[in-house]
């Protein structure tokens, strides 16, 4: 095996630690499948942090998120996991979306963008539908900023509608979930791997014509 991949588990509940989170139990499981396959996993609960809004690497004033991206920029693979509340993707979600906007103005030494050859894992759980939608959206954002979303790279639990029962009440994981997490980790650090190997070229603008 090659030398191991980074990834990191970016948990958008919006729950502070030690509150126990369905949103870092689901993503648990994928960490699971990424470490058998050679990965490295660290878990950030991004609401214990300040992360100011606004779209710029640094906001000034204590604001946390450079610490944060300094994470993202290490690692190959990025697991951004998700509640789902009112159908949508959490606000801190939406908090990681915007500053890692930050990014479409960022090259690095080959003058492409900053986080390209990198890999995004949706995870999204809920009591309530939305999560094909959650998924979705991350992946579309994500893209646009340069990271890439394997096939099958989705992964979500929703629970029966205005329920009372969470992932993390339940006693095992179901089979599907446990499958579509061992796909999506297969598949990201498949992904990541052959990126490593291969990055993607850098672009230029077409060259004008009279």
């Not at 900053?114 to 998924?135: F, K, Q, T």
Request: charged fraction near 20%; aromatic fraction near 4%; proline fraction near 6%.
């Amino acid at each position: 095996m090659t030398e191991n991949l980074r990834a990191l588990i970016l948990n958008c509940t919006l729950k502070p630690s030690p509150a126990p989170s369905s949103t870092e139990a689901l993503a648990g499981v994928v960490a699971t499948e990424l470490r058998d396959r050679g990965c490295t996993v660290e878990s950030l609960r991004v609401v214990d942090h300040s992360i100011h809004p606004g779209v710029e690497r640094d906001m000034g004033n204590g604001d946390q998120w450079p610490e944060i991206l300094k994470r993202v920029l290490e690692s190959q693979i990025l697991i951004l996991a998700t509640p789902t509340w009112v159908g949508q993707h959490s606000s801190v979600a939406q908090r990681v979306i915007e500053r890692l906007d930050a990014e479409l103005s960022e090259t690095d030494a080959e003058g492409r963008p900053s986080l390209y050859d990198r890999i995004v894992i949706p995870v999204v759980v809920g009591n309530e539908d939305g999560a094909h939608h959650i998924v979705g959206i991350i992946a579309q954002a994500l893209s646009d900023v340069g990271f890439v979303v394997p096939a099958q790279g989705g992964v979500y639990w929703n629970g029966e509608a205005m329920s009372g029962t969470d992932f993390i009440d339940l006693d095992t994981t179901p089979d599907k979930v446990r499958i579509a997490c061992a796909a999506a980790a297969a598949n990201a650090s498949h992904l990541a791997r052959l990126l490593r190997a291969d990055p993607f070229p850098a672009t230029t603008e077409p060259a004008q014509t009279a």
